[in-house]
Structures are given as C-alpha cells and as structure tokens.
C-alpha cells in the first residue's frame, strides 16, 4: 500500500514538498516515483528514484524544479516542488514498479505499478 500526503494549495512560485509511505505489503520494488493526472489530461510521469541506487529520472517539465529523494529507513519518497506553476496543478499518484523506464517510457498501462490513491496539488 502506497500513501501520499502533502498536497495542497499554493500560489505560483510556491512550495510544496510531498511525500509516499510505502507499506510493507507492497515488497521490494526497485524504483518509486511520481506521476500527475490534470483534468481533462492523461496521466504522466514526473519523477523516478532507484531504491538501491542514485538512478533518478525527471520529466523535462520538471526539470530543474522539482526534487525526488528517499529515504529507505522510512520506506519514504519525496517530492519537493519549488518554483510551482499554475499547470503543475494536477492530482499526484505515487507509484512503486520495477524500473525506471517505467517512468521514461510510460505509455499510459497502469498494470505495472503499484499507486497509491494520489492528492491534490493547485497551483494559482
């Protein structure tokens, strides 16, 4: 089971920074990360960690503005969002599977990943 929590609302410039719980009974996957899903649009990547390692993936649209991070001790993912825009507006999935490229080559199946039950992030 996947938990998130930190989304809210902030005005554009903001911060927010949220963050996944992954349960025991979710296993060892080896990487987690986040997707997005803005109304009326499909659902995207935005950021990918290697549990085991420093192998992260970010979309170019959020490239240089968002942070992931983890820490195994917590069996915790972050997601730290600065200089937020008004379309990062969306509800944010945490996702727990078994490769990056899930992340960079996301082609909208769902069955490959565990998700938690998202949280909602606007920005105005």
């Known amino acids: 089971q996947l938990v998130e929590s930190g989304g809210g609302s902030v005005q554009a410039g903001g911060s927010l920074r949220l963050s996944c719980v992954m349960s025991?009974?979710?296993?060892?996957?080896?990487?987690m990360g986040w997707f997005r899903q803005a109304p009326g649009k499909e659902r995207e990547a935005v950021a990918g960690?290697?549990?085991?390692?420093?192998?992260?993936w970010y979309a170019d649209s959020v490239q240089g503005r968002f942070t992931i991070s983890r820490d195994n001790t917590k069996n915790t993912v972050y997601l730290q969002m600065d200089r937020l825009r008004p379309e990062d507006t969306a509800v944010y999935y945490c996702a727990a599977t078994g490769s990056l490229l899930y992340f960079s080559k996301y082609d909208g199946d769902l069955s490959f990943a565990s998700w938690g039950q998202g949280t909602q992030v606007t920005v105005s």
């Open positions: 025991e009974s979710t296993g060892r996957p080896y990487c």
């Open positions: 960690i290697f549990i085991g390692g420093s192998s992260i």
